[in-house]
């Protein structure tokens, strides 16, 4: 795309809930993109269902496993009385899940000496919930307990406990579309860089933060970065943990101090990486490209679109490129749990200033997440 003046997004306006995102798009562009959508029910199957819909695989007064921290707080109801069911801060829900136990988010307990708070070695997930349901709550389990391998700790909680506490919280707080946030750090170690005998603790949140499937595309504008997303040897890869949101931090706030959306982080050899939380998807000749997981990391939204893609006979590829090719791109979008898919109109580069349009790519992979996610023939 060639460099222009900025320009307003033309389809940038209040959100319009719509049954279909065919609404959402003046008319389709005559491209490599345009095709009939069909939902998916392998990437579908991902869901986790709630807790009313089947028993938690965790037995309601089993005791922690061994290495975890016992709370001495005791075990609550499930079905917090009215008074209490609120937001505590910053849409964070009143009920949280922690090492066993439905308690009230604010009685989440962390040792102030633990190596996650001083040393950065927790370790996060982000799930999106759709009607109730957790989703792809499965492929976020197994990341979480991948990603603590990773940094030399072991979560004592299976993959189908990870999956029953996110069902345990959407259940507690009466979640309809929301989003989930567990975490695992060592806690304790008495301010030691790293221990071998740490209590391994583990938490889940809930978050009030609504879907915008089925809105009216808002294109966002993104700055480059003047911080580098760290990868090996500076940094593990494929790892979701703290340490990895400082740099990402910070470039977002460099970002909207200038009046952008959000950032673009370049990785070290200058190649286009990742947005501060979400992937990159761009439209490079008729062929999706995206960044191959390493410094970025190996987006779960990411991948179910790839996965679409490819089964729909789409042509995409994974490999590196920099911001001479991303200015020849015909369309850009992002895509991640929390931002789910979105077009981006705008990048600002040290050089250039570009635009994109809000085209045909961005209309098929937002019409098939939206399938994978809400389609109510699931």
């Known amino acids: 795309m060639r460099p222009t003046e900025p320009r307003q997004d033309p389809l940038a306006c209040d959100d319009v809930k719509s049954s279909t995102l065919a609404q959402l798009i003046p008319s389709r562009r005559n491209t490599d993109f345009v095709g009939t959508i069909t939902l998916d029910h392998n990437l579908a199957s991902g869901f986790c269902e709630s807790a009313a819909g089947r028993k938690s695989s965790v037995p309601e007064n089993s005791a922690a496993p061994e290495g975890v921290r016992a709370l001495s707080t005791p075990k609550l109801d499930s079905s ?9 801060h910053d849409g964070i829900l009143a009920w949280a899940w922690s090492d066993g136990r ?9 040792d102030g000496a633990a190596g996650a708070l001083h040393y950065a070695c927790a370790v996060i997930e982000g799930v999106r919930v759709y009607g109730g349901r957790a989703f792809l709550a499965r492929l976020h ?4 307990r991948t990603s603590a391998a990773r940094l030399g700790f072991d979560v004592p909680w299976s993959t189908d406990q990870i999956e029953a506490a996110l069902a ?14 567990p975490i ?27 879907s915008a499937l089925g809105a009216r595309a808002r294109g966002r504008a993104l700055l480059v970065s003047t911080w580098v997303r760290p990868g090996p040897p500076f940094a593990p890869d494929g790892v979701k943990g703290a340490a990895g949101y400082l740099v990402g931090g910070l470039a ?19 190649s286009v990486c990742e947005l501060t939380t979400a992937n990159i998807l761009v439209c490079i000749d008729g062929v999706m490209v995206t960044p191959p997981p390493g410094p970025a990391l190996g987006g779960i939204t990411r991948t179910a679109l790839l996965d679409w893609a490819r089964k729909q006979g789409r042509p995409c590829v994974e490999r590196r490129f920099g ?9 850009v979008i992002a895509c991640g749990t929390a931002l789910e898919i979105a077009p981006i109109t705008r990048i600002r580069t ?29």
Not at 197 to 207: K, Q, T
Not at 323 to 331: C, F, G, H, M, Q
């Open 323 to 331: 911001l001479e090719e991303l200015a020849r791109a015909s369309e």
């Open 184 to 210: 695992a750090w060592p806690d304790g170690g008495g301010l030691r860089l790293a221990s071998e005998h740490e209590a391994i603790s583990l938490a889940v949140y809930g978050l009030s933060l609504p």
């Open 168 to 181: 345990q919280v959407i259940a507690s707080n009466a979640m309809h579309d929301g989003y989930l946030r």
């Open 141 to 144: 389990a197994e990341r979480l």
């Open 80 to 88: 917090p009385s009215p008074e209490v069911r609120h937001h505590i």
């Open 252 to 270: 977002l706030r460099e970002a909207t101090s200038l009046g952008f959306d959000d950032a673009l982080l370049l990785d070290s050899s200058h």
């Open 102 to 110: 439905s308690i009230p988010a604010n009685r989440v307990h962390a």
């Open 350 to 378: 040290p050089d250039l200033d570009l635009t994109f349009p809000i085209g045909p790519m961005w209309f098929e992979l937002a019409e098939a997440y939206l399938q994978m996610t809400v389609a109510k023939d699931r």
